[in-house]
């Protein structure tokens, strides 16, 4: 289980279908390209050199591989993962405010007193001598 929350199926709703596609199609090129490296973006050809003037009498001198790769996007695929991003960024600074609404009249209700009692200490510096340690979910 992943350590942040995942806005995905409920933050879908607010895409249009258009973009809902375009987030699949980006999702799959990450997948299969950036993360994993598996479909046409990328193509390896093994290659067998030789010398045309002397294969007769030395044969094929080196095995090798082509590696082509597509490496970036197009200009209109920036922009559609533009519009997502602004999409997604909307959504969640709602979610964000309606977070804090519902939370502040509760935070108000507690008396200061209490609150001053047991507001925290300064969180401790980050522990980064085990970056591979997943750290855990509030």
């Known amino acids: 289980m992943g350590v942040r929350l995942k806005l995905h199926e ?3 709703s607010v895409l249009t279908d258009q973009q809902r596609a375009n987030h699949n199609h980006f999702m ?20 067998a050199r030789y010398w045309v003037e002397t294969v007769q009498q030395e044969g094929i001198t080196a095995i090798e591989c082509n590696h082509r790769r597509i ?28 977070e804090k609404d519902h ?15 047991s507001a925290p200490r300064p969180p401790p510096a980050p ?7 997943r750290r855990r979910r509030l």
């Open 10 to 12: 409920e933050a879908a």
């Open 127 to 133: 522990d980064m001598s085990q970056p591979e340690k």
């Open 103 to 117: 939370l502040l009249p509760i935070v108000r209700k507690i008396p200061l007193e209490d609150l001053f009692r």
């Open 71 to 98: 490496v970036g996007l197009s200009e209109q695929d920036l922009k559609e993962i533009i519009d997502l991003a602004s999409t997604w960024l909307q959504y969640v600074q709602q979610k964000l405010r309606e």
């Open 28 to 47: 799959h090129v990450r997948d299969k390209y950036i993360a994993h490296s598996v479909n046409a973006f990328e193509e390896s050809e093994p290659v």
